[in-house]
């Protein structure tokens, strides 16, 4: 929901940093980097280096904006597109499992937390697949590779419930329940939103 007002604000100086990068620094390697940094972030969080882990993770999405922005000075490419959506998945996938590592009490709603994860971003990438298939776009959250679909929790949502449980861990439980709850909500809306967009388009013969 915040996702393109972020953009507005973070896009400018990320444009500005990539454009003074070296050229042989390519947007998968900041990329890969970046991922590097979240599974870093994961394992501050299993042993409670909780300051770490909010550095790492802060580093983590940084190197996911620059990644765009590099690639946009540069050459955008499919392999990059691929890459960054996988990196952030991981990352989301892994930061839950780290709370249930952190303190077995969590498991219940980190599984919680997880599903609702899983429902988001299978309705997110069929979509996508969808919206490749009959050529549509939308530059709302960006310039990407892929047709993105907003939705009530998205990537800025997502940083400030992680950031939040990292610097409070023992609010994890009641924290990771309403935040599951909150991406369910955007799972159903994005399933409406995608159930009308494709019953206006008609099929391939």
Request: contains cysteine.
């Amino acid at each position: 929901m915040l996702d393109p007002f972020m953009r507005r604000l973070i896009d400018p100086p990320l444009n500005g940093v990539a454009a003074i990068l070296p050229r042989k620094i390519s947007a998968n390697q900041v990329t890969i980097f970046g991922l590097v940094l979240g599974v870093a972030c994961f394992l501050a969080i299993t042993i409670n280096t909780m300051t770490a882990a909010l550095i790492l993770l802060a580093l983590n999405r940084l190197a996911d904006g620059l990644d765009g922005a590099v690639a946009r000075a540069q050459t955008p490419s499919d392999l990059g597109a691929y890459l960054d959506i996988v990196s952030d998945f991981v990352l989301w996938g892994l930061l839950p499992i780290g709370f249930i590592i952190l303190d077995s009490n969590n498991a219940i709603a980190a599984a919680v937390l997880l599903s609702s994860f899983s429902m988001s971003m299978t309705v997110f990438l069929a979509f996508a697949i969808m919206a490749e298939k009959r050529g549509l776009e939308t530059n709302t959250q960006g310039y990407k590779n892929f047709f993105y679909i907003a939705g009530l929790a998205e990537g800025t949502e997502t940083i400030a419930f992680f950031a939040i449980v990292i610097i409070w861990p023992g609010i994890f439980i009641p924290a990771a329940l309403v935040y599951a709850g909150i991406v369910y909500v955007s799972v159903i809306g994005r399933v409406a939103s995608s159930y009308l967009i494709l019953k206006e388009m008609p099929s391939d013969p």
